[in-house]
């Protein structure tokens, strides 16, 4: 896009996830006044918008969709060259399985190693835009080593608060990137209390899943590669690793945007979107299958999969709404299982994922068993991570 004008983006106004109130984009802002929910970005698309005048082919990275993300001025982007991500295909398993087009988006490439790096690299560029000098964040892991990582870069404060059984490697990670890290038992909303606390002041801008509006808008760029690397045409369904849900929300919310842009064939169909969590927390299946009213009094245990950890996602009643408009479905993988998946995927991809990554990729086997994805249909899993740190969660469990 040629800037010629004021700004880079389209973007408009925030609205209330809930009932649609407008907010300003132009001060910070965490949930909305209203209703005390997330925001979301909105952009002006009345205007005609092609996909050549919209995205910089000479940019191999998330910020090639320049127009339709938040930053309104190029200085304050602090970015790691994330995004761009391969999309690869399965045929071996494809062949075992007897599913004639398996394919993986491989989000462990991600600059941190996992596709936080969207999300953060999105969320410290607006925090710098807005004036914050520094950031704070509960995480299972990731998250945390790519705020410490963004925020180095940036030249702010990164204060970061995990699980004191998170490995080793996400720590470490964290301390050589200059972060201060806090130590928590218990799981990520014991962290989330813990920033509460420390930062009620408002000292530091809280980048909390889905209390700012922009680390959405980061992960939201996974759907547009994924359009664009499949010639804008979209898988039959699509399996996420739904912990706090951001990827799963802005996959979507990219897909109704494309839809409003006239970026995809008018009787297209999007995919039923599937959201994949761990049986020892399981939040939104519970919730989805009417086994509770909404998560707010889940009680969740760790697993392997730290990212899947997310006992009270904020976003819940997003995610189901996700699920409802896709006809989508939410199931829940053990451990060994996810240990299977990852098996599976190196010996005969050669692919080393993070647990969540075998989570979505047992998930499509169960799917596949119920006869709820067909063999023809193209199916798309997303791996969200690189294995490499959670060598400590999975270490000798590659026998068997």
């Not at 009345?46 to 339709?68: G, H, K, Q, T």
Request: with cysteine; proline share 6%.
């Amino acid at each position: 896009m040629n800037p010629t004008t004021e700004t880079l983006t389209r973007l408009h106004e925030l609205e209330c996830s809930e009932c649609g109130q407008p907010h300003s984009a132009h001060r910070m802002q965490l949930v909305s006044e209203c209703h005390q929910v997330p925001l979301v970005a909105t952009y002006d698309l009345r205007e005609r918008l092609s996909r050549s005048a919209a995205i910089n082919p000479a940019d191999a990275s998330m910020w090639r969709y320049r127009a339709l993300l938040p930053l309104l001025d190029d200085k304050n982007k602090v970015t790691l060259g994330e995004g761009m991500t391969p999309l690869l295909h399965l045929p071996t398993l494809g062949g075992r399985y007897d599913l004639s087009s398996l394919l993986l988006k491989d989000e462990g490439q991600n600059p941190t190693g996992s596709f936080k790096a969207r999300g953060l690299s999105m969320a410290v560029s607006k925090a710098k835009e807005l004036g914050a000098t520094g950031c704070i964040i509960p995480t299972a892991g990731n998250a945390g080593v790519a705020l410490a990582a963004y925020c180095a870069r940036a030249g702010m404060r990164a204060v970061v608060a995990m699980p004191r059984h998170t490995p080793k490697a996400f720590k470490e990670a964290c301390y050589w990137y200059g972060a201060e890290v806090q130590l928590i038992d218990g799981l990520i909303n014991d962290c989330a209390a813990w920033v509460r606390q420390r930062n009620a002041n408002g000292e530091l801008l809280d980048v909390s899943t889905l209390k700012e509006p922009y680390r959405l808008e980061g992960k939201k760029t996974m759907g547009y590669e994924l359009a664009e690397q499949l010639n804008w045409q979209l898988p039959d369904v699509l399996l996420y690793p739904a912990g706090g849900g951001t990827g799963l929300i802005g996959i979507w919310k990219a897909f109704r945007e494309m839809q409003q842009l006239g970026w995809l064939a008018p009787d297209a169909k999007l995919p039923r979107m599937v959201a994949v969590q761990a049986d020892a927390c399981q939040p939104l299946v519970a919730t989805y299958t009417g086994q509770q009213a909404n998560c707010h009094a889940y009680i969740g245990r760790p697993s392997i999969a730290n990212g899947l950890a997310v006992p009270h996602p904020m976003g819940e009643k997003m995610m189901l709404r996700v699920l409802a408009e896709s006809n989508g479905t939410a199931l829940s993988i053990t451990d060994e299982e996810m240990i299977e998946g990852m098996r599976e995927l190196a010996r005969h991809e050669g692919l080393l994922v993070a647990p969540e990554g075998g989570a979505v990729w047992l998930a499509a086997r169960k799917l596949l068993a119920s006869g709820w994805i067909a063999p023809g249909e193209q199916i798309l899993l997303l791996n969200t991570g690189s294995a490499d740190k959670y060598m400590e969660n999975v270490e000798g469990r590659w026998e068997k």
